[in-house]
């Protein structure tokens, strides 16, 4: 499921353009709006960044350029 849900956001494929061998697209748009609800992927991001930070693998300095016109 994570390897079709990563291949529709990498590629912007329509969910259900999605290749056969990644199996029902149904099924992994579902998951993806499980996941989403039950926190389940802010919990993975959060470790995934405080995994990274621990390895010094962050730069927390941030350069935002905006432009209004």
């Not at 912007?12 to 099924?27: A, I, Q, V």
């Not at 993806?32 to 389940?40: C, E, Q, S």
């Not at 470790?47 to 209004?68: K, M, P, R």
Request: no cysteine; glycine share 8%; charged share 25%.
């Amino acid at each position: 499921m994570i390897d079709a849900i990563a291949f529709k956001y990498r590629t912007g494929t329509p969910w259900m353009d999605l290749p056969e061998h990644f199996g029902s697209w149904k099924g992994a748009h579902n998951r993806l709006r499980m996941w989403a609800a039950d926190g389940t992927w802010e919990k993975v991001f959060t470790a995934l960044l405080a995994q990274a930070d621990t390895e010094g693998d962050l730069d927390w300095v941030v350069a935002v350029d905006s432009t209004i016109v």
